[in-house]
T-cell receptor, first 109, second 113 residues
Framework: GQNIDQPTEMTATEGAIVQINCTYQTSGFNGLFWYQQHAGEAPTFLSYNVLDGLEEKGRFSSFLSRSKGYSYLLLKELQMKDSASYLCAVRDSNYQLIWGAGTKLIIKP | NAGVTQTPKFQVLKTGQSMTLQCAQDMNHEYMSWYRQDPGMGLRLIHYSVGAGITDQGEVPNGYNVSRSTTEDFPLRLLSAAPSQTSVYFC????????????FGSGTQLSVL
């Protein structure tokens, strides 16, 4: 079966750095995506990785290792508004998105 | 631009009732889809469409119907509501060639009693 694993919840301090991990086992791989979802709102697209390595976009970076079936989302200089759930999704061989259950990130002052 | 407009925001149904969730996008996206989101689970794809007149089933299609008569609209019909369909529903669209960069509607909280 297809499976995407993320920690259920993480806590971090304002101004710090946090790394949210995602491991996947899917039938084929055609890209990995990170979305942000604030409570009660719709998910919004954050990043896309298809090749190994680090993609940086401002305070957010996303890393991919296809051989290890592993990705992480790195958030720097955390702000209170970063409190949200972060969803990892993988596009499989049928070009469908398989979603993880999400990681709820709590930022404390 | 309005983006993806989804209505209603909240709905309560009795078991056996039918209803339609509306979804419209004004970005000329070819790809549109419906997801449900349940606590502790990832988003699950119900139905999707890659263009007007074309629809296909996702992971959890049973109990739902869709149609795509225009590029803009992609309604989701619940045929006979069941308590297991209590969920938050999201409509999402994506541009051709980059449809995984989805734009989501604001969601519908549906409760079936």
């Amino acid at each position: 079966g297809q499976n995407i694993d993320q920690p259920t919840e993480m806590t971090a301090t304002e101004g710090a750095i946090v790394q949210i991990n995602c491991t996947y086992q899917t039938s084929g791989f055609n890209g990995l995506f990170w979305y942000q979802q604030h409570a009660g709102e719709a998910p919004t697209f954050l990043s896309y990785n298809v090749l190994d390595g680090l993609e940086e976009k401002g305070r957010f970076s996303s890393f991919l290792s296809r051989s290890k079936g592993y990705s992480y989302l790195l958030l720097k200089e955390l702000q209170m508004k970063d409190s949200a759930s972060y969803l990892c999704a993988v596009r499989d061989s049928n070009y469908q998105l398989i979603w993880g259950a999400g990681t709820k990130l709590i930022i404390k002052p | 631009n309005a983006g993806v407009t989804q209505t209603p925001k909240f709905q309560v149904l009795k078991t056996g009732q039918s209803m339609t969730l509306q979804c419209a996008q004004d970005m000329n996206h070819e790809y549109m889809s419906w997801y449900r989101q349940d606590p502790g689970m990832g988003l699950r794809l119900i139905h999707y469409s890659v263009g007007a007149g074309i629809t296909d089933q996702g992971e959890v299609p049973n109990g739902y119907n869709v149609s795509r008569s225009t590029t803009e609209d992609f309604p989701l019909r619940l045929l006979s509501a069941a308590p297991s369909q209590t969920s938050v529903y999201f409509c999402a669209s994506g541009p051709s060639g980059e449809w995984e960069k989805l734009f989501f509607g604001s969601g519908t909280q549906l409760s079936v009693l």
